[in-house]
């Protein structure tokens, strides 16, 4: 299936949490095809690094501010918006245990203050939801029928019902409201512009190995995810963005592999002498991920193209450079 660009020149776009790391480069290619941008941040996870390019355009807008505050007064936020994007959350697990209020004001109230205005300005609203609302899967791969296995009260659930409940916020407001809605259930997604200290496996494990320190793999490293290079995520929401289809559809790649070969992998990309080492896995971390990308194909006609060694590659660079 064909899906037509449908958000271009003249479009507004207001895309929470915008200076992300997956989010600014969705930010990009929206500027690249001609869209007026307003990214609300308030830089509790992003960079300005990640929007510097930008901020000198006439087309791009930066509102900082806390989006579970509700929307600002702010004169780009004062026109109607064709498009609103929910991608503001804080997604590593460390900031689970550091940000828990955060991260369930950001998952509930911030999504219905912004479904509230895409309700008003008759826009298209765009949910970025997770792979981790399947909670540690009983089903293997994931398909969007599986309702998940997550434990209401443990550390992780601040960031798997929050976006839970985003995504019952969403279908209630498609339902009861007749909004235009999109949920996609993002799997894990590496790439530029990721923080490297921001305790994901892909960060952390290339900064360690570019360090030359131990490389620490959580568990026996057995559990596996399937990774995505931001790229071809990107790609994903903006086909889901720019059809009518509603979701929720996976997003990410079938590359599934455990923590201790991408740990392998890593250390033997940046030709590291780094040994890997194993320390506590954090609890209820899910044993297996791999999306089922049907719906994605049949839908959307979604198809991920950069092989796992080239976009390991890529970040390694950024890396590199950044770290000096
Ligand atoms: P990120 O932390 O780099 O980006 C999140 C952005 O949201 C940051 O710029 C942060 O400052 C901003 N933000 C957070 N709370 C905010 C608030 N209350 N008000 C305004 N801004 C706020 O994370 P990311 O990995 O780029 O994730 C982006 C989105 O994609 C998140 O919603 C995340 O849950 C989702 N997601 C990401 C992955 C992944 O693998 N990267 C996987 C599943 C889902």
Redesign the pocket.
């Known amino acids: 299936m064909k899906v037509e660009q449908r958000f271009g020149p003249g479009h507004r776009i207001l895309v929470?949490?915008g200076?992300?790391?997956?989010?600014s480069h969705l930010v990009d290619v929206l500027i690249a095809r001609g869209c007026t941008v307003v990214v609300?941040?308030?830089?509790?996870?992003?960079s300005r690094e990640n929007i510097a390019h930008l901020l000198d355009k006439p087309t791009f807008t930066l509102v900082e501010?806390?989006?579970?505050d509700g929307l600002p007064e702010h004169p780009a936020l004062a026109e109607r918006f064709d498009a609103i994007l929910h991608?503001?959350?804080?997604?590593s697990p460390t900031d689970f245990e550091k940000l828990p209020v955060?991260i369930l004001?950001?998952g509930s109230v911030?999504t219905l203050h912004l479904l509230e205005r895409a309700t008003a300005d008759g826009a298209r609203f765009l949910l970025?939801s997770?792979?981790?609302a399947y909670g540690d899967p009983k089903e293997h791969p994931q398909r969007e029928t599986y309702w998940g296995n997550v434990n209401p009260i443990g550390v992780r659930s601040v960031y798997d019902e929050a976006?839970r409940f985003s995504e019952a916020a969403t279908m209630a407001y498609r339902r009861s409201r007749g909004v235009d809605t999109a949920i996609v259930r993002?799997?894990?997604?590496y790439g530029p512009r990721m923080r490297p200290d921001d305790g994901r496996a892909i960060p952390t494990f290339i900064s360690q190995a570019l360090r030359g320190e131990p490389i620490t793999v959580h568990g026996t490293g057995n559990q596996t995810r399937s990774i995505c290079y931001v790229a071809d995520l990107v790609r994903g929401i903006l086909l889901l963005l720019d059809s009518t289809e509603s979701g929720p559809v996976n997003c990410g790649t079938e590359h599934e592999m455990s923590m201790r070969a991408l740990a392998e992998t890593i250390v033997s990309l940046c030709e590291s002498k780094s040994e890997v080492t194993y320390v506590t896995r954090s609890a209820d971390d899910p044993e297996m991920r791999r999306p089922d990308l049907t719906l994605a194909r049949d839908l959307l006609g979604y198809e991920p193209t950069v092989a796992p060694e080239e976009g390991l590659r890529r970040t390694i660079d950024y890396f590199r450079e950044r770290l000096g």
Do not use: C, H, W, Y
Request: aromatic share 8%; no cysteine; hydrophobic share 45%.
């Open positions: 929470t949490g200076a992300g790391f997956v989010p609300l941040d308030n830089f509790v996870t992003g501010a806390d989006v579970s991608m503001a959350s804080p997604a955060e004001r950001v911030a970025a997770t792979s981790e976006k993002i799997f894990n997604t």
